[in-house]
């Protein structure tokens, strides 16, 4: 893969970002996400418990969401073709078949926010990094799947709050919120992580799934609606 590298240690896969460098900040292109999405299909094709944690090792972006520029350059039916594959990523990581962690190592904001939103557990760093949905300023409207994404977050003001004025909060900010679940140096937020991984691994993935699933109606009512037009 050329913007993501898809592993497994002990159990653990591991999907670590790796196209933050010159600026990219690791954003969303048809491409991308269409390596997203191979990547889910791999994990999803594995057999056994698992856990999935989606990390980066950039000491300053996680990601920052949709290549607008790139976007921007594209026809209409491309731009089409890039918003199916968005929607249909997203909904696949919410719905994944095992636990999901993302180890949060520096901004995530807009489309990266998102993705975030759609995990089971969030780990930030302490130190460095903001939780951010800027998209009332870019502007930018959420769809259906990213409104369907975001309010997964169970802080609803903090939630009111950040969609309504862009807000961007600090990992300490986050964690005090209930945005993140818990925050690290940066020397400890893998190993956290992998941690956290090591426990959700055991659980019966099955079980597990339609537990977390059986919570998020809509995202499935969605990501049939999508896969029935692909």
């Not at 670590?16 to 191979?38: H, K």
């Not at 986050?174 to 941690?195: E, F, G, R, W």
Request: glycine share 6%.
């Amino acid at each position: 893969m050329s913007t993501m590298n898809l592993s497994l240690e002990d159990g653990i896969h591991i999907l670590t970002l790796n196209n933050a460098a010159n600026g990219n900040d690791n954003t969303f292109t048809t491409e991308v996400m269409n390596e997203y999405i191979a990547a889910f299909d791999s994990v999803e094709s594995y057999k056994g418990n698992s856990a999935l944690i989606i990390t980066c090792e950039d000491e300053k972006t996680f990601s920052t969401g949709i290549n607008l520029a790139w976007l921007g350059q594209q026809s209409a039916q491309g731009q089409a073709e890039f918003m199916q594959a968005f929607h249909i990523m997203l909904c696949r990581f919410a719905l994944i078949s095992i636990p999901t962690i993302v180890a949060i190592n520096g901004n995530a904001y807009a489309g990266g926010a998102i993705l975030a939103a759609g995990a089971d557990f969030r780990l930030m760093r302490e130190d460095r990094g903001r939780f951010c949905f800027p998209e009332v300023n870019i502007p930018l409207p959420f769809t259906p799947v990213t409104r369907s994404l975001v309010s997964l977050l169970p802080n609803k003001q903090a939630l009111k709050n950040m969609l309504l004025t862009g807000i961007a909060y600090t990992g300490e900010e986050a964690k005090a919120l209930d945005i993140v679940d818990s925050i690290h140096p940066a020397d400890k937020l893998q190993i956290s992580a992998l941690k956290l991984a090591g426990v959700l691994a055991t659980k019966d993935r099955t079980i597990y799934s339609t537990i977390r699933n059986d919570m998020r109606p809509e995202i499935k009512i969605l990501l049939d609606e999508l896969t029935s037009k692909a």
